[in-house]
């Protein structure tokens, strides 16, 4: 693809050089990613950018959202706020700048927010994340698990056993922990959101663990759905494709970083901004998701289509 995508957003368009370490942090990213303006179309088919507006959808409601500092994490806490839910950010310690400048952006709806560093791996840091939660809120309505690490490997012979197991830990094992110790504090109509990922379906060569984890979330949100629908608690998943957030200049080389995605997403011929996918968590956490359950979301433009 030849020609820059048609798009409002510079940072799909514009993607630089650009490199960081794990876990990666917004405040870093060469371009700014968008968190809460979204793309609309005129009437001849151009682009521009609108800011999200709530309208009461999760009042009253209290969430919990981890990895909820940066990327889509942020994007879910900032949209969940303007729809009137109180929140609460897990991050890790070293993603401290990224959560106070979402607490001062969350401030701004009037809503409360709590920030708990916290590694979700370490031992009784999930019991910790609920019993801080239900002390300062007392209510858990929902629950977003979003929180993850990706290493990519050029091949199997390359996996390192520390960097399989850090991922596993990090990204299915501390989720069902958490969801473990979240369920006997949440009532008919509460929801638990879990992120899976594109690679849980088409694969991915240079994410043989990550993918793995992916599909373990996939599997473990049916089956948790399944448990829980006799409750009246819905168990649902979003499946990203390509998105502009810290993990990926954390986990690339800037050289990769740059033009990332271009013309290889079938729609718009770009990777997509979080502000893109954070209504999809908006839907599975308010009344709109009352009767949805045991599915899985796919946000992707176009690179996977027909896997559910």
Known sequence: MSDK??????ASVEVPSQEQNLPGLDKKMAVPAEHSRLEYWDEKGQPYLKEYVGSEKLKGKKAIITGGDSGIGRTAAILFAREGADVTIVYLPDEEEDAKSLEAEIMKTSRKV????????????????ISSHMK?????DIL?????????????EELKDENILQTFQSN?????????EAVPHMKRGASIINTSSVVAYKGSSHLLDYSATKGAIATFTRSLATQLAPKGIRVNAVAPG????????ASRSSDAMEGWGLGSVPLHGRVGQPAEIGEAYVLLAGPGGNYITGTVIHVNGGVHIGGA
Do not use: E
Not at 5 to 10: F, G, H, L
Not at 144 to 156: E, K, M, P, R
Not at 172 to 180: A, E, F, N
């Open 5 to 10: 995508p048609i798009s409002a957003y510079k």
């Open 172 to 180: 299915i094992i501390q989720m069902i922990q958490l969801s473990r």
């Open 114 to 129: 709590l920030l708990i560093p916290i590694d979700l791996t370490s031992d009784g840091a999930p019991q910790k994340v």
């Open 242 to 249: 390509l998105f502009y957030t810290p993990l990926q200049p």
């Open 144 to 156: 977003v698990n979003n929180a993850s690490v990706q290493i990519l490997s050029s091949g199997i």
């Open 136 to 140: 300062k809120f007392g209510a858990l």
